[in-house]
């Protein structure tokens, strides 16, 4: 597996410091359980990025802290976190462990060829998180978003004008992401998404999915 889309350096950062929310981090999670670059990257920041933002109101990041926290890694050596397996679900791929706490709902039908399953987080009966699965070669309608969607691709692949996300990819799409996914034409793709924000739902997903969940 070749990952090639990775969270942004501030997701990590926020990850590290518990200031992501429930259900981003558990696909930020799900894709530190492939990927040994960012599980290192976590680690660094866990290391050195804590005692720098608790200097910091809760509500805001300030502009230089990504880059503070940066230059200080620069002499830190590289540390890495346990693998964990995931376990065989009855979804018909394997889930991320870090979901194994989760309620995880039947698929059920958004449109031709595309579903949905709701994750229920415990203690976080807010977090907007699902599975999407979509039949190989779906072509979802272009959209914007004004919050930020996180997807890791579980099984299969998806492309847009910015790139192809395939197994272990994530990919953060925030206010500046106009696209339209396509899955790839090899299989169908499933992936793990999480939305942010507290409010309603914005974006594709937001318009797809508000009368079936009412997040
Ligand atoms: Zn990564």
Do not use: N
């Amino acid at each position: 597996m070749t990952i090639r889309h990775h969270p942004s350096d501030e997701t990590l950062l926020r990850y590290s410091t518990g200031r992501l929310g429930a259900a981003p981090a558990l696909v930020v999670a799900a894709h530190l359980e492939g990927c040994e670059h960012c599980r290192s990257r976590v680690a660094d920041f866990e290391a050195v990025g804590g005692a720098l933002i608790d200097e910091m109101p809760p509500a805001s990041m300030a502009a230089d802290a990504l880059d503070r926290t940066l230059e200080r890694l620069e002499t830190k050596p590289a540390a890495t976190a346990p693998i964990v397996s995931p376990r065989q679900a009855d979804l018909g791929i394997e889930l991320p462990a870090s979901l194994r706490h989760c309620e995880i709902g039947p698929w059920r039908w958004l449109g031709p060829g595309f579903r949905w399953s709701k994750i229920t987080v415990p203690g976080s009966p807010q977090a907007k998180l699902m599975f999407l699965r979509g039949r190989a070669g779906l072509r979802l309608p272009a959209h914007g978003h004004t919050g930020t969607e996180f997807m890791q691709v579980l099984y299969g692949s998806l492309s847009d004008g910015r790139g192809r996300y395939e197994l272990g990819d994530l990919d953060e799409a925030d206010a500046d992401v106009d696209h339209q996914p396509v899955v790839g034409m090899e299989s169908e793709c499933i992936c793990l998404a999480a939305l942010e924000g507290d409010t309603r739902l914005h974006g594709l997903l937001g318009r797809i999915l508000r009368p079936f969940v009412g997040f």
